[in-house]
């Protein structure tokens, strides 16, 4: 559902005594460490130290900066986007090569990166003592190597690559900072809740009851409901219809099917029921002339 949009890659080193600005990002950005030691402080937090083998990745990322000390005087800082975009190449040097960073940006279609991206914290640092780290490290080499190689098949390549590595990016935040600070992302992993949402996912259409959910993976009703909300923050019916929703959004941009035959599949019983949720939660009726032109997003 995320539908990767374009990927790229780039290739950071310097030496001595720097500090670069970054702006915001509304997309997904992936770093590694290859060498050296240098800091990264997002706006409003404290500064985070990075050692070689540690990867990182920020998801709608405020304004931070990249330095060798974080005491260095910001209001001396160099503009990253400058020196970047004076860059002939997708690598940037910046007085030498003591501090090698390898980062990787991903875009996404449409609006459908919110469920991701709003459910992560703007920095999730890996460090190099976590085994998950090394496996990010690798994937993003290998895209780096497959979108500056020119090789056949590099663009499906990547973009397969782009997938693998955002799914290990994902284990890899639930394996460092545990299921329970990871919403439904952890929830994936949990035993019960994992089986509830792939009931959900693979029969939309049905019109699932709490109680039947919590029958099947083996737990009670109310203590199911509570665990669902407690690590979902939603209920069970509210994500339901959250989920139909995004699935309507895609169907209705990519003009698949008629707005009654996409009411039907989803488990409404006419086409004013689906329109009314789908207004609840996107503000306007499921007309194919938002989903083509006039997507605010």
């Known amino acids: 559902m995320l539908d990767i949009e374009s990927a790229a890659t780039s290739r950071f080193e310097a030496?001595?005594?720097?500090?670069?600005?970054?702006?915001?990002?509304?997309?997904?950005?992936?770093?590694?460490?290859?060498?050296?030691?240098?800091?990264?402080?997002?706006?409003?937090?404290?500064?985070?130290?990075?050692?070689?083998?540690?990867?990182?990745?920020?998801?709608?990322?405020?304004p931070f900066v990249l330095a060798s000390d974080p005491q260095k005087d910001i209001e001396g800082v160099d503009d990253a986007s400058q020196i970047f975009g004076e860059a002939q190449s997708h690598i940037y040097r910046y007085g030498g090569d003591d501090v090698v960073l390898l980062g990787g940006s991903f875009v996404f279609h449409g609006g459908n990166a919110r469920l991701l991206l709003d459910s992560l914290p703007s920095i999730v640092h890996i460090p190099s003592t976590d085994a998950t780290s090394e496996v990010l490290r690798r994937t993003l080499e290998l895209l780096d190597s497959e979108l500056g190689g020119g090789q056949m098949g590099a663009s499906l390549m990547a973009r397969r690559l782009a997938d693998v590595l955002l799914v290990q990016a994902l284990r890899a935040y639930v394996s460092v900072y545990g299921a329970e600070s990871a919403g439904w992302i952890g929830a994936l992993n949990d035993r019960a809740l994992g089986a509830a949402l792939t009931l959900l996912h693979s029969d939309v259409s049905h019109d699932w009851r709490v109680g039947e959910l919590a029958s099947a993976v083996g737990m009670s009703r109310s203590g199911?409901?509570?665990?669902?909300?407690?690590?979902?923050?939603?209920?069970?019916?509210?994500?339901?219809?959250?989920?139909?929703?995004?699935?309507?959004?895609?169907?209705l941009r990519r003009d698949e099917t008629s707005v009654a035959s996409l009411a039907n599949s989803?488990?409404?019983?006419?086409?004013?029921?689906?329109?009314?949720?789908?207004?609840?939660?996107?503000?306007?009726?499921?007309?194919?002339?938002?989903?083509?032109?006039?997507?605010?997003?």
């Open 15 to 62: 030496a001595g005594e720097w500090a670069l600005r970054f702006p915001a990002k509304p997309n997904l950005k992936f770093h590694a460490v290859l060498r050296g030691e240098c800091w990264i402080t997002l706006a409003g937090q404290q500064a985070c130290p990075l050692r070689a083998g540690d990867t990182f990745f920020l998801a709608n990322s405020p």
């Open 266 to 297: 989803l488990g409404y019983a006419s086409e004013s029921a689906f329109g009314n949720a789908f207004k609840r939660v996107f503000g306007k009726a499921p007309k194919r002339y938002w989903a083509k032109a006039d997507d605010p997003e």
């Open 224 to 251: 199911f409901a509570a665990h669902f909300k407690s690590l979902i923050g939603i209920p069970p019916g509210e994500y339901l219809l959250q989920w139909r929703m995004q699935l309507a959004r895609i169907a």
